[in-house]
């Protein structure tokens, strides 16, 4: 099997980095995309063997985008740097991408342990995964972090946002590409360290805000390349659009 390389996005994660690096898969090679770390993330990083580039712009969605810059390998996968996923299992979510059945794959999280996945970060992604099915027709149930696809084909699609709209933004845009978009579970454990997103109800907010904004940008687009109805078959009342599309 070709080498895959798995993107890494990192702020401050020195209490998770060795003993993932120290887990990844044999053909899984780390590209650790350091977004300002001031914990020596990036020196052990290094230490543990991965490519690590440096990310001046902060922002989740512009640590993927350079890493997915800096991959080389066709099939490219993305993963939190944390320690909430077990590398073993990228084997899984990649398989699909390599053998064709699927162009985007993501890992829909099942949670192992007391605090893997708090409440409130699971009731912001059932909103947004809902909203996605029903704007999108998109069969998720997650938008999980951990993903594979092609990486030509990735940047082909001209992803824009560098917050954490990123992997919204990604989901739409294959969507409306015509990808064939899956999900396979994947087992999430507690974090190492302090999380700073959806750990926290300040993170969760900041993320359902910037993927609401990805929504509604995404909804504008499709009305305004929609073709005009005559009078005579616009409806005499439209439905109200969800509260996150209307505002």
């Not at 059945?101 to 999280?109: Q, V, Y």
Request: hydrophobic content about 45%; glycine content about 10%.
């Amino acid at each position: 099997m070709a080498t895959i390389d798995v993107i890494l996005p990192c702020l401050n994660e020195a209490a998770a980095l060795p003993g993932l690096l120290a887990r990844m898969p044999d053909g899984y090679r780390p590209i650790v995309a350091d977004n300002g770390s001031t914990d020596g993330s990036a020196a052990i990083a290094a230490r543990g063997g991965a490519t690590v580039i440096t990310v001046p712009q902060r922002g989740f969605g512009a640590a993927c985008h350079a890493g997915l810059l800096a991959a080389s390998s066709d099939v490219v996968c993305v993963m939190d740097a944390d320690g909430s996923f077990d590398p073993a299992d990228l084997r899984t979510v990649v398989d699909p991408v390599l053998d064709g059945t699927a162009d985007l794959m993501l890992g829909r999280r099942a949670p192992r342990g007391r605090g893997a996945w708090p409440l409130h970060a699971r009731i912001g992604n059932a909103v947004l995964s809902a909203e996605l099915r029903h704007s999108a027709g998109v069969p998720l149930r997650d938008l999980g972090p951990m993903r594979a696809f092609h990486r030509e084909e990735m940047l082909g699609l001209g992803l824009t946002d560098r917050r954490f709209g990123y992997p919204l933004e990604m989901v739409l845009r294959a969507a409306g590409a015509g990808w064939r978009i899956a999900e396979v579970p994947v087992a999430y454990y507690p974090r190492a360290g302090k999380s700073k997103v959806t750990g926290t109800v300040g993170g969760t907010i900041r993320t359902v805000r910037d993927m609401s904004r990805v929504l509604r940008t995404a909804a504008r687009a499709a009305a305004a390349s929609a073709p005009a109805q005559p009078a005579a078959a616009r409806p005499a009342a439209a439905r109200p659009a969800p509260a996150s599309l209307a505002r």
